[in-house]
């Protein structure tokens, strides 16, 4: 988890107007470049972006740094600058094989043209070079978490 003072700010300002009296959440960003963290970060405060996908294998072998996404939980959303910019809850958690992403989930991912084609265009590259980094190889058989979110906050 990223950690800063921006973070706690957001966090507490959230946590202040709607009564929460925990602080149970993570901070992390989209992507793996702080151009792709804007652009991302961009899609969801536009309402564009509601759910995001990673390998279950990452989260599996320990090689994810935050856990495996529930239900309920808060995640605070950086900018390219490791800015927080925005709250995020977990609505829904699916865990499917890639060769069953649908329409839907690419569409909900918000990004390009919303269909899957463009999500796969996209997601196979950048699981293939996730998994290159650790020695692993993509398939399609892989699973995937799928995570639908509403935006809760944001700066």
């Known amino acids: ?7 706690i700010d957001l966090w507490t300002q959230f946590k202040n107007q709607h009564g929460i009296m925990h602080d ?21 405060i536009k309402g564009e972006k509601t ?8 989260y599996e072998l320990g090689l994810e740094e ?6 309920g939980n808060y995640s605070v959303l950086l900018d390219g600058n490791d800015q927080a ?10 865990i499917l094989p890639y060769s069953q992403i649908s329409e839907v989930h690419g569409y909900l991912e918000g990004e390009g043209n919303r269909t899957l084609k463009y999500w796969r265009s996209v997601h196979q ?15 399609e058989g892989m699973l995937i978490v799928y995570e639908l979110f509403e ?5």
Do not use: R
């Open 1 to 7: 988890m990223k950690m800063n003072q921006s973070v």
């Open 24 to 44: 149970e959440y993570e901070a992390w960003s989209f992507g793996n470049s702080p151009k792709m963290a804007d652009e991302l970060l961009v899609g969801v």
């Open 51 to 58: 759910g995001t996908s990673s390998l279950h294998l990452l």
């Open 66 to 71: 935050e856990k495996l996404p529930e239900v």
């Open 85 to 94: 910019q925005a709250i995020i809850c977990t609505k829904v958690v699916d």
């Open 125 to 139: 590259p950048f699981f293939e070079q996730e998994l290159e980094a650790y020695g692993l190889t993509f398939s």
């Open 151 to 155: 935006l809760v906050f944001q700066k």
